[in-house]
């Protein structure tokens, strides 16, 4: 998995490039980091080119969702693909994030 980040006063927006697993634990840390420390209202992964999520992936993206709630930050996941949607709807993350 590569992720980069855009940001703006009203947003931070993380793109997922590539397969999401267990071994991009210590990147995802960086990024957990940063959403610990963010200002923006909103918090956004776009997974348009993440062809798929595990288990593991999927717990992080719970952390991350815990993290930014505390903090009353809205969460949103954009342009999943259809298979990585499904896997994460069926796992009721509609109650982390907000699909777009």
Do not use: H, W
């Amino acid at each position: 998995m590569d992720v980069t980040v855009k940001t703006s006063k009203n947003e931070r927006a993380y793109f997922v490039k590539g397969v999401f697993s267990a071994g991009d634990e210590d990147r995802f840390y960086d990024v957990f980091l940063q959403i610990r420390a963010m200002t923006e209202p909103c918090l956004a992964f776009d997974l348009s080119l993440c062809p798929s999520v595990d288990p593991a992936a999927m717990g992080m993206l719970v952390v991350a969702a815990q993290e930014a709630a505390r903090r009353n930050i809205a969460r949103v996941i954009r342009r999943a693909p259809a298979s990585v949607r499904e896997v994460l709807q069926s796992a009721g993350f509609e109650k982390f994030y907000v699909f777009q």
